[in-house]
Nanobody, 116 residues
Framework: QVQLVESGGGLVQAGGSLRLSCAASGILFSALPMGWYRQPPGKQRELVASIASGGSTNYADFVKDRFTISRDNVKSTVYLQMNSLTPGDTGVYYC??????????WGQGTQVTVSS
């Protein structure tokens, strides 16, 4: 049974930081690309960042130089370090896995709220 469990969301003031974690089980984590997506209120889900099995990363333009995605294959966990947060970063953040992104497996999501 595949499980992706996100944690680390919360309420933060503009300019602050949060670190999201996604613990995976039931998949061959080290072999799969992983991604973070977000869904702002009233908008569609969008890719935030992804990391390949080999460690190469990709970022949406709106988070470049502010967010960093990383992975720990020993812990089967992917992280999203978010700095210089703005109210525009508010939304539900989802972890995703699969042979190609967006993959078949989604976490339950974690809420990030940035106040001005």
């Amino acid at each position: 049974q595949v499980q992706l469990v996100e944690s680390g969301g919360g309420l933060v003031q503009a300019g602050g930081s949060l670190r999201l974690s996604c613990a995976a089980s039931g998949i061959l984590f080290s072999a799969l690309p992983m991604g973070w997506y977000r869904q702002p209120p009233g908008k569609q889900r969008e890719l935030v960042a992804s990391i390949a099995s080999g460690g190469s990363t990709n970022y949406a333009d709106f988070v470049k130089d502010r967010f960093t995605i990383s992975r720990d294959n020993v812990k089967s966990t992917v992280y999203l370090q978010m700095n210089s947060l703005t109210p525009g970063d508010t939304g539900v953040y989802y972890c995703n896995a699969g042979r190609r992104l967006p993959g078949a497996y989604w976490g339950q999501g974690t809420q990030v709220t940035v106040s001005s």
